[in-house]
């Protein structure tokens, strides 16, 4: 890991930028398929990312995090807003114009099972991003294949043999190795551990720490699991129905979470201490998250936030900085001075 924080003067660029982001999926209905509503999965992200950090994104299912992964990838077509790959605007490059992009981003898949064709070799799998782009690695494409087997720590002899060979985290190396394979800038990773089993995920999470060490990657690692994403990240945007309520360094999350949701959240964690257990404030959400095709007006997580008021009814929180490098969307934030919560409620 690298940088925590924000962009400081003279230091490193942000390699992504994000601006305005929407995605929002039709629902049409009859022969003609006429438009009757849509699905707001994904309404108005604006974040940067610096070279070299990682940028963890959490939420709830259904959120909109894995949208957002895959239209910075662009691998979804955005209906509004813009994304800037290092200073170059890619919000809609055709297939001919992504196709020198793919080198310097790639995504690693959320699950391993229907990410890898099984009627592919590993070598094959691994050895694609080569043929598509066209390169030659130096050494041939066996050779520097098995270099990256090794990499991701699998046996490099294991060359010719199939996905069912393997187990689900032997599945998901295989699934960074592909990544890695043309040496991106940077590595979106949608919930790289989330389907393998619990004594696995620490050493998969330990990979992509070393790798980002080794190579100089920037991630953006999208989980759902905040136990999971502390340990990997600099700084952490938190989402709650397509919209980012809250965006911070990991310290300042997790001792001073200021959105009700992040507070909400940071209480689920599971404390394997007994100790520390009974001290524990559990705070329980009521309802469910509403639905994405029509949204609640205002802030968006009025409907469950124990602290709503009429204002957060009718008028959608901005999300401005309350301290240096601490953003929050709420009208009522949680550990800021009195004086600091008061204007923002007006």
Same mark, same amino acid.
């Given at each position: 890991?690298?940088?925590?924080?924000?962009?400081?003067?003279?230091?490193?660029?942000?390699?992504?930028?994000?601006?305005?982001?929407?995605?929002?999926?039709?629902?049409?209905? #009859?022969?003609? &398929?006429?438009? +009757? /509503?849509?699905?707001? $999965?994904?309404?108005?992200?604006?974040?940067? =990312?610096? %070279?070299? @950090?990682?940028?963890?994104?959490?939420?709830?299912?259904?959120?909109?995090?894995?949208?957002?992964?895959?239209?910075?990838?662009?691998?979804?077509?955005?209906?509004?807003?813009?994304?800037?790959?290092?200073?170059?605007?890619?919000?809609?490059?055709?297939?001919?114009?992504?196709?020198?992009?793919?080198?310097?981003?790639?995504?690693?898949?959320?699950?391993?099972?229907?990410?890898?064709?099984?009627?592919?070799?590993?070598?094959?799998?691994?050895?694609?991003?080569?043929?598509?782009?066209?390169?030659?690695?130096?050494?041939?494409?066996?050779?520097?294949?098995?270099?990256?087997?090794?990499?991701?720590?699998?046996?490099?002899?294991?060359?010719?043999?199939?996905?069912?060979?393997?187990? #689900?985290?032997? &599945?998901?190396? +295989? /699934?960074?190795?592909? $990544?890695?394979?043309?040496?991106?800038?940077? =590595?979106? %990773?949608? @919930?790289?551990?989330?389907?393998?089993?619990?004594?696995?995920?620490?050493?998969?999470?330990?990979?992509?720490?070393?790798?980002?060490?080794?190579?100089?990657?920037?991630?953006?690692?999208?989980?759902?699991?905040?136990?999971?994403?502390?340990?990997?990240?600099?700084?952490?945007?938190v989402m709650y129905l397509g919209k980012l309520v809250e965006l911070t360094d990991r310290s300042s999350l997790y001792t001073r979470?200021?959105?009700?949701?992040?507070?909400?959240?940071?209480?689920?964690?599971?404390?394997?201490?007994?100790?520390?257990?009974?001290?524990?404030?559990?705070?329980?959400?009521?309802?469910?998250?509403?639905?994405?095709?029509?949204?609640?007006?205002?802030?968006?997580?009025?409907?469950?936030?124990?602290?709503?008021?009429?204002?957060?009814?009718?008028?959608?929180?901005?999300?401005?900085?309350?301290?240096?490098?601490?953003?929050?969307?709420?009208?009522?934030?949680?550990?800021?001075?009195?004086?600091?919560?008061?204007?923002?409620?007006?």
């Open positions: 890991m690298s940088i925590p924080g924000q962009q400081a003067p003279g230091g490193p660029e942000p390699i992504l930028k994000v601006k305005g982001l929407v995605k929002h999926f039709p629902i049409t209905k #009859g022969l003609l &398929r006429r438009q +009757i /509503g849509a699905v707001q $999965a994904v309404d108005g992200l604006t974040f940067d =990312v610096l %070279a070299g @950090e990682t940028l963890g994104v959490v939420g709830e299912s259904g959120c909109g995090k894995s949208t957002m992964g895959r239209l910075i990838t662009r691998l979804l077509e955005p209906t509004g807003g813009t994304v800037e790959f290092q200073g170059k605007d890619i919000t809609h490059l055709g297939v001919a114009g992504m196709r020198p992009m793919r080198r310097d981003v790639q995504m690693i898949f959320q699950d391993p099972y229907s990410s890898l064709n099984p009627r592919h070799t590993v070598g094959t799998i691994v050895g694609a991003p080569f043929r598509l782009q066209r390169i030659t690695p130096e050494g041939g494409v066996k050779k520097e294949v098995q270099r990256l087997l090794g990499l991701v720590g699998l046996n490099p002899e294991h060359y010719n043999r199939y996905p069912h060979e393997f187990s #689900g985290g032997q &599945r998901q190396r +295989i /699934g960074i190795a592909r $990544a890695l394979a043309l040496k991106p800038k940077l =590595v979106v %990773a949608d @919930e790289p551990v989330s389907a393998l089993d619990v004594s696995i995920q620490a050493q998969v999470v330990n990979l992509l720490d070393d790798l980002q060490t080794e190579l100089g990657l920037t991630y953006v690692i999208i989980a759902h699991d905040l136990s999971v994403i502390r340990h990997v990240s600099d700084r952490i945007a979470p200021m959105h009700p949701y992040t507070k909400a959240l940071l209480s689920a964690v599971p404390v394997p201490d007994p100790g520390r257990r009974i001290k524990r404030e559990r705070i329980l959400l009521k309802g469910d998250v509403p639905s994405p095709i029509s949204p609640p007006s205002g802030c968006r997580f009025h409907t469950r936030c124990w602290k709503a008021t009429e204002v957060c009814k009718a008028q959608e929180p901005p999300l401005v900085a309350l301290e240096p490098g601490h953003q929050v969307a709420c009208h009522h934030p949680e550990s800021v001075p009195e004086p600091v919560a008061a204007v923002s409620t007006v």
